[in-house]
């Protein structure tokens, strides 16, 4: 699977950003897709995920009701509307997949637990 990111930039804190992830899968019913960032120094982190079968989501709570991870099973992409946004989520962010097999497996914060293919998109949050 290639994932394409994108959607990043330079913002205001309290602006907003919408990050987008195209995926080369065509059929997805069976994974999950989510969002980690890396700020420099530190290691990679778990922002979001959702389950392509149901819409089921899971976030970090730092960013609860703040980010809005969804998807568009047309066009095969994954998004990251962000709102609200403060300069600690200043990182690099990437989208990464899971392929679980079943309809049914619990969604997971786990790095490791992911494969991420592609670039990174770049959010700055200045203050």
């Given amino acids: 699977v290639q994932l394409q990111a994108s959607g990043g930039g330079l913002v205001q804190a309290g602006g907003s950003l919408r990050l ?5 899968e065509r059929t997805f019913s069976k994974y999950h897709m989510g969002w980690f960032r890396q700020a420099p120094g530190k290691e990679r982190e778990f ?3 959702i ?3 149901d819409g089921n989501t899971l976030y970090v709570e730092d960013v609860k009701g703040r980010f809005t991870i969804s998807r568009d099973s047309v066009k095969n ?7 609200s946004l403060k300069p600690e989520d200043t990182a690099l ?7 679980t097999g ?5 969604l997971s914060k786990e790095v490791n637990d ?3 293919s592609g670039q990174g998109t770049q959010v700055t949050v200045s203050s």
């Fill in 20 to 24: 987008a992830c195209a995926a080369s």
């Fill in 47 to 49: 922002v979001a995920a």
């Fill in 51 to 53: 389950r392509w079968s």
């Fill in 77 to 83: 992409t994954v998004y990251l509307q962000m709102n």
């Fill in 93 to 99: 962010y990437y989208c990464a997949y899971r392929f």
């Fill in 102 to 106: 079943s309809f049914r497996v619990i």
């Fill in 114 to 116: 992911y494969r991420f």
